[in-house]
Every structure is written in structure tokens, then in C-alpha cells.
């Protein structure tokens, strides 16, 4: 029983630190976007499945699959990229 | 004489070769001296002593070395060459030098450009011009007295109904300058429905032009300010929040709307109920990050207590806050569980000499109070917002019949009843504006995308108190919006809704005297009468909303 323990436990400490280091590739993968134009955005991934402009700050939240992955841009008033992670 | 004269001559000749050849020549002469004698009779000079011959000169023999003098001239004349010839690759020198600073300075001055060429070639990196245009088609099939549905938009009330209408509720022309690095200034006119018309003008004796103000969509400022983001880059966590100063987005209504996502469709709460998106004033705001993840978000203003299309009149002002936070920390903006306080409190927008009348008194400079507590989630295709809202003097007569309201003048005719809603008016304005009053809502909102399609599934449902204080109150009401969004491309999406408001109390009288305890004296004495089906009538309309932009 105390080996099963030791064992769930390293296991679910492995897959936290797994999940930690997707994480952190992720947005770093997803990074890559921010300053670029979201027409750049527009040529590679095509048309979002959701686009809803933010009246505050005058830019978008852009909602995106491409390729079997998940991304969510926000964009500034002046249409550059300000913020990019892939979700899934 | 002459002899003497001659003898000199030679001295001076042989002095002066001796000065010609230089301090050598002692060192030499030390060694080997040629000695010449003159005969002084004759003149002539030997270089052997003899009879009658006296001593001339001692000259050093190799002074009269002519190859060593040669070699010396030689030497010198030389060194004079290797100097001139120097100097000649000085000047060379210095003249490619000054060709090639002539070179330079002819390119550097064919590079210099004016000002306005540099403004024009980055033109397009300081400046850019966006829009946003909403619009509808809206078909009641029950009309009735309620708040405005979206910004500026009204229709007829009770026994109305399939009224439609063609709409376009906004059409920012949103300009934003980015002059130097940090600052942004931004400028949004917007259409809005001018409603009342002027009287008309008479001209001369028998001519009228009549008033064209009443219906038409004119342009007003929307945004107008000045922002600066990099006064907190120092503090890390604070990196990016920003300054803005003017006309600027509330600290609350805007932020809610990117929330929600549904503006084009429907009004958020507060302001479905009263508050204005934008307000004059300052205010500082932004996300507070640690470790690239965002943990709050704030925005904290003082501003007029007029809103953005009236004047201000107070000798106060007005304070809103709104702190948001994310105790797993947000990846991005509204990122996974989030928890929100809204609060805002000001006064009514009347001068300070005002002096208040019977019935209401200084009700119309009462203190305004708005907060809402709010719970909310966001995942990349799923929202969902639960909302509590608590008010004072935040929900007045004007607020609730915004988009359609009872006239107070008109008498009409049902079953051969006249009928008037003057009494009806009368009890609402004792109801709602007797500055003591408390509002409490409760709100759900949320969203959903189908996947893989370009739908998304939408809904709003309110409760609304407007006067807590009101015994079993007819104007409380329910509103809800159900919609389906279609996502046509990044700029365009459209919406087909279904937006309702249920005044849900069962029909009931109210007595004028239970109106009077409001505000004494609204209704005039005796006022022993009642106020008939004193619960407004339900509206139920059907929707197709548009929105562009880019």
C-alpha cells in the first residue's frame, strides 16, 4: 500500500511538472505572435471562429483552431498582437 | 692697398666656405691643416713658406675635400627633397581626407529629408482609423413602456404592436494617434437618434421653416482622450497599466462588455439601468501580472458626475472603481475564475444654488450609489457571468422609460373608457425619484460556441428591483435575451435574439395615498384615488442584430 502511495505520488508529481512544461511551451509557442499584425495572423490561420472587439480598449479578442490547437489573441488599438496563448 | 684689399677678399672667401661647411670641419682640421702664404709685393699666395712670404690663413685639408662637400651638399639637398616630398604626401593626404568628407557630407545632405517626408513615411505606424457599426431589425410583438433596449433606440408603448424598425444604434469612427512612444490619443464620434424638436423658426412676416432636430441620427463624441502607459514600467507587475485623462471608457460598463461579448445585441446591466459607458474625468488602469500570469485587474476614476452627453452642473464629483481578480492567475485577459466588486458613487448632476420644490425637495441632488459583486468564468469557447446589483437613486422615472414612456398629457379612449396614464406617471416618479431610493438586481449571463461551427449560443437573464422599498413594487421586472450568434468572418458577425421585459407582480391597484408616502404631496389632496393596473404590460420583440468591424 505505502509503495502505491509512493508510486501515485511520484507519479502525479511527474505529471504536474509534465503539464507545467507543456504549459509554459505552449506560450511560448504562442508568443512568437505578439508585436505581428493580426492580418499575418489572418494568412496563416485563416478566419477565427470568434472575433469580439473590445470597446474599452479600442482592439479584439480573437478566438482561434488552427491545426488541431486552440489560440486566443487580444490585439491593440493599433492591431498588433498584445497577448497570445495557446489554450489547448 | 690693393694687396690688403685682396688679402681680405680671400679671408672672407675662405670664411665663409668654413661657415658653409659647419661645425664638422674643426674636428677634421684638428688633424690636417694647410697653411697659405701670401707674398705681400706680388700678391700671390703659396702654400709654401718662402723669402718675403708672410703666414695668410691655416686652412683644414679636408675642407678642401670637394667630394666630401659634394657628399654633404648632396645630403642636404636630399633631406630638403625627403622634407618636401613629405610634405607634398601630407598634402595629398589631407586633400583625399577633405574629398572624402566632401563625399560624405554631399550623401548625408542628398539623405536628409524634411520633417513632413519623415511624417508622411510613418504615417501609417502613428495612426489608424478603425469603425464599428451596429444595426438591427426589431419586429415587438408586444409593445410597452421600458428602458432602452440599445443606445438610443425607442419604440411606441402599449397597443403597439408588430411595430418594426431598421435600426443602426452605433457607427464609431474610432481614430487613434500614436505620436511618440507610450502615448495614444483617441477620438470616437458616434451617431446617436436626436429626440424632441425645436420650435419652428419664423422668417419675415409670413414664413416658417420648420424644426428639423427631432429623428435625425447626428454625431456626438463617444471617446475623446489622451492615454499614457509607461508610467508604471519601473514596477513590474504594473508594466503596461495605463493613464488616461478625458473622455474616457467607465471603469465599469466597458469592461463588462468585452466580458460578455454581446454588446451589438444587448445592454449590460448598469447600463440597461442608468450608467453611461463613458464618462469625463481621469482614471488609472490595468492588469497586475506576476510571472506572465495575470492575477488582477483594476481601474480606479474620479469624473463628472454629468454623463458623457450632459453638462456638467455639480461643485462635487464622482468616484468608480473596479477590482478584478483571478486567483489561478488568467493567461489571458478574462482566463478561467474571476471575481469582481464595482463601485461607484457620486451625486445628481444639478447646481449647487439649486433649490428643491415640493414634492421632491433636494431629491434631484441626492447622493448616486451603484456596486455590483460579480462571479465570472471564461473559457476559450464557454462564459458564463452571476451578477449582484445594489443601488441608491441609481433607477429613476427617466431611466425606466428610456425607451418608451407614458405621456402625461394625452387622454385616450378603450371600451369607450377614457383613460390617461398621468396617474401612472405620477406614482412611478413618487416610486423612483424621491432620493431615497434602493435598487437591487441580480443578473446571469453567458455563452457558448458550438464546435466546429461559426454558431455561438447566448443568453441574459435579469431580476430588477428598482425600489426595494416598495411594497410588492409593479414596476419590478424580469428581463431576458436568448440568442444565436453567426460568426461570418473576423469583422462581420450577426445575431437573431429574442428580448423580453416581464413586470412579473399580478395586476394590482396602487393607492395614491401609498404613492404620497414617497413623496408627499405628488398627488394633491385629497388623494384618496387609486392608481389602475398600476403594473406596466409586458414586451416580447424579436431581433436580428449586425456587427461590423474593423
Not at chain 2, 20 to 41: C, E, H, I, N, W
Not at chain 2, 435 to 459: E, S
Not at chain 2, 463 to 471: E, M
Not at chain 2, 519 to 548: Q, R
Request: aromatic share 14%; hydrophobic share 35%; with cysteine.
Amino acid at each position: 500500500m505505502k509503495r502505491l502511495i509512493t508510486t501515485g505520488a511520484l507519479a502525479i508529481g511527474l505529471m504536474v511538472i509534465a503539464a507545467g512544461c507543456t504549459a509554459q511551451e505552449s506560450r511560448k509557442a504562442a508568443s512568437e505572435w505578439i508585436g505581428k499584425d493580426r492580418t499575418q495572423l489572418a494568412t496563416q490561420m485563416g478566419q477565427p471562429k470568434e472575433a469580439v472587439p473590445m470597446t474599452d480598449t479600442g482592439g479584439e479578442m480573437l478566438f482561434y483552431s488552427y491545426e488541431g490547437h486552440h489560440y486566443v489573441f487580444e490585439t491593440g488599438p493599433d492591431g498588433l498582437i498584445t497577448s497570445a496563448v495557446q489554450t489547448r | 692697398m690693393k694687396v690688403r684689399k685682396f688679402r681680405l677678399a680671400i679671408a672672407a672667401a675662405l670664411g665663409a666656405t668654413l661657415l658653409a661647411l659647419g661645425p664638422t670641419a674643426p674636428a677634421r682640421a684638428q688633424s690636417a691643416m694647410l697653411k697659405l702664404y701670401v707674398d705681400p709685393a706680388t700678391g700671390q699666395v703659396f702654400t709654401k713658406p718662402g723669402k718675403g712670404r708672410t703666414l695668410l690663413t691655416e686652412v683644414p685639408a679636408a675642407a678642401l675635400d670637394t667630394s666630401a662637400i659634394e657628399q654633404r651638399v648632396e645630403q642636404k639637398t636630399q633631406a630638403q627633397l625627403d622634407a618636401n616630398k613629405q610634405q607634398v604626401s601630407q598634402l595629398v593626404q589631407q586633400n583625399a581626407q577633405l574629398e572624402l568628407s566632401n563625399a560624405n557630407l554631399e550623401r548625408q545632405m542628398a539623405e536628409i529629408k524634411p520633417a513632413w517626408r519623415s511624417y508622411i513615411d510613418n504615417f501609417q505606424d502613428k495612426f489608424r482609423v478603425g469603425t464599428l457599426v451596429y444595426g438591427d431589425y426589431r419586429m415587438y410583438t408586444h409593445t410597452g413602456f421600458q428602458p432602452q433596449e440599445l443606445t438610443q433606440i425607442n419604440n411606441p408603448g402599449p397597443q403597439n404592436n408588430i411595430f418594426n424598425s431598421f435600426d443602426i444604434t452605433r457607427t464609431y469612427l474610432n481614430f487613434y494617434f500614436f505620436p511618440t512612444d507610450g502615448w495614444t490619443a483617441r477620438i470616437t464620434p458616434n451617431i446617436y437618434r436626436t429626440i424632441g424638436g425645436g420650435t419652428a423658426d419664423t422668417v419675415g412676416n409670413g414664413t416658417s421653416y420648420s424644426s428639423n432636430l427631432d429623428g435625425n441620427l447626428g454625431f456626438r463624441l463617444k471617446y475623446g482622450y489622451l492615454e499614457y502607459n509607461k508610467l508604471f514600467n519601473g514596477i513590474e507587475p504594473l508594466k503596461g497599466d495605463a493613464v488616461q485623462m478625458g473622455q474616457i471608457p467607465n471603469a465599469f460598463v466597458s469592461w463588462e462588455e468585452d466580458l460578455y461579448g454581446f454588446r451589438y445585441v444587448n445592454l449590460t446591466p448598469w447600463n440597461y439601468y442608468s450608467l453611461s459607458s463613458s464618462q469625463v474625468g481621469l482614471a488609472v488602469n490595468g492588469p497586475i501580472k506576476f510571472n506572465e500570469l495575470q492575477y488582477a485587474d483594476y481601474n480606479i476614476g474620479v469624473y463628472d458626475n454629468a454623463s458623457f452627453h450632459a453638462q456638467e452642473q455639480t461643485n462635487t464629483k464622482q468616484v468608480m472603481s473596479r477590482i478584478s481578480a483571478y486567483p489561478f492567475g488568467a493567461k489571458w485577459r478574462f482566463d478561467g475564475l474571476g471575481v469582481t466588486w464595482f463601485f461607484d458613487y457620486g451625486y445628481g448632476n444639478v447646481a449647487p444654488d439649486t433649490v428643491g420644490v415640493k414634492p421632491f425637495y433636494q431629491a434631484p441632488e441626492a447622493h448616486i450609489m451603484r456596486q455590483s459583486i460579480l462571479a465570472h468564468y471564461t473559457a476559450e469557447n464557454w462564459g458564463i457571468i452571476g451578477e449582484f446589483d445594489y443601488g441608491h437613486n441609481a433607477f429613476s422615472s427617466g431611466n425606466l422609460f428610456s425607451g418608451s414612456g407614458p405621456s402625461t398629457t394625452t387622454t385616450f379612449t378603450i371600451d369607450k373608457t377614457a383613460f390617461s396614464y398621468a396617474n401612472f406617471n405620477t406614482m412611478t416618479t413618487a416610486f423612483l425619484n424621491n432620493g431615497r431610493t434602493v435598487q437591487q438586481g441580480f443578473d446571469l449571463m453567458g455563452h457558448y460556441h458550438i464546435p466546429k461551427t461559426p454558431f455561438t449560443a447566448f443568453g441574459l437573464w435579469s431580476l430588477w428591483h428598482p425600489n426595494t422599498n416598495v411594497q410588492s413594487d409593479p414596476l419590478d421586472f424580469q428581463r431576458w435575451v436568448v440568442g444565436v450568434q453567426y460568426q461570418v468572418n473576423e469583422y462581420l458577425r450577426f445575431a437573431i435574439d429574442n428580448q423580453n421585459i416581464n413586470y412579473y407582480r399580478g395586476q394590482t391597484n396602487v393607492s395614491q395615498q401609498y404613492a404620497n408616502s414617497f413623496a408627499p404631496g405628488v398627488f394633491k389632496k385629497p388623494a384618496s384615488g387609486t392608481i389602475l393596473d398600476a403594473v406596466p404590460v409586458d414586451t416580447h420583440s424579436f431581433w436580428i442584430n449586425m456587427e461590423f468591424s474593423y
